[in-house]
């Protein structure tokens, strides 16, 4: 009997992945104990894109004495949250991640490729499909701004952003997508381990302006670093490095609201850094509920 339950279970779980593929739902799948009146969760699955996250997978027990898949919508989860307009580019297009056997994949120079399908673009683009899945409106630039030369790839982005704005596009959010570069004998701290698997760690860049005539409002951009680093350290501590501040500008200058984000380093895999971006993504709508909703 135990091992039908559990069949049972499995088929209904399933089920929650069918359903959430075609209507975008969170599927709760609940069990009731045997001569008891209260529910526990099993397992819970989301959809972004087809792609399923179990949110809690405890093992399943044979005293079950029935099974309930209740949906939840995932757009009334959302009713409450801004239509933020984000843009992400990448003004270090190429950069890559850690070569793994089964995954290679061709390099312009050590940690970078064109291969938009594990360079920066490949982060961007799940980090903008997740976004909009939180109810975002956001636009991602795919141009490849280090070409031909990556000293004066800034220039080339600005150019962009400039072109964007004189157009007149609007956004509460610029997002200048990055990996961070390190040396293999650095003390960083390469990953965390979220429900068994190694996670890439982030980071947030906010540039001074120093030696520019328009600067940035550096210490807005600083703010919301923070909270962007504290609300990823909220979901799994050391998930986020602390903000690093520098004396560039890093184009910071063209809106409000500016970050460059460090997914990862040239000492992650692009998975890892893939599985931190859920986490990510959750961290940015956070932190522009208190930067924008406050004012």
Known sequence: ??????????????????????????????????????????????????????????????????????????????????????????????????????????????WRSKDETVNMVAVGKALASTLSALGCNVVHD?????????????????????????????????????????ASTSTIKRTVTIGGEKVARFMVLVGKGTYYNEKPDWETNFQLAE????????????????????TGRYNQHIGPLCLLLECGTNENTLEEVLRGIPYLADALVEALDKALQNN
């Open 1 to 110: 009997m135990g091992r039908r339950r559990n069949i049972v279970a499995a088929l209904l779980m399933v089920l929650c992945l069918a359903w959430s593929a075609f209507n975008s739902t969170t599927c709760l799948l609940t069990l009731t104990r045997q001569n008891a009146d209260d529910q526990e969760a099993v397992a819970v699955f989301s959809s972004v894109e087809s792609t399923f996250d179990p949110k809690e997978t405890p093992p399943l027990v044979e005293s079950a004495e029935t099974f309930r898949v209740e949906v939840i919508t995932h757009e009334a989860a959302l009713e409450s949250k801004s239509p933020y307009r984000i843009l992400i580019y990448h003004t270090h297009t190429w950069e890559a991640y850690e070569q793994v056997p089964d995954a290679p994949y061709v390099e312009t120079e050590k």
């Open 142 to 182: 795919t141009t490849a701004f280090e070409p031909p030369d990556l000293s004066d790839a800034y220039d080339r982005s600005l150019t962009m952003l400039t072109s964007r704005k004189n157009s007149g596009e609007t956004y509460d959010l610029y997002l200048d997508v990055h990996r961070d570069g390190i």
């Open 227 to 246: 909270m962007v680093t504290d609300a990823l350290n909220q979901q799994c501590d050391s998930l986020c490095r602390d903000v690093k501040v520098k």
